[in-house]
């Protein structure tokens, strides 16, 4: 990252490692080993749900959100269309 980057996205990014940074006296390597293995936790993590989100079908997507929503299943129209 660098200085133009915009306060949200390095407020989003710091969020995001800070959900691995676990440092403590008692790790070798300190504070700086600790963000390093946080920081390629995370990114794992980002580039498995990235995979994730582009192997989905449409209708494993709307499936899915049923599920969620807690609405029973039924047919589902086209992409685009009202629902």
Known sequence: M???TDR????????SIDGYFFPSPTKPGGD???F??????CASHLRAHADSVCAMTFEEFVTE???????????????????
């Open 32 to 34: 700086l080993a600790e």
């Open 65 to 83: 959100r049923q599920k969620m929503r807690g609405r029973p299943q039924h047919e589902t129209a086209e992409p685009g269309a009202p629902t």
């Open 8 to 15: 949200y996205t390095a407020e989003r990014t710091v969020r």
């Open 2 to 4: 660098t200085t133009a």
């Open 36 to 41: 390093k293995r946080a920081q390629a936790e």
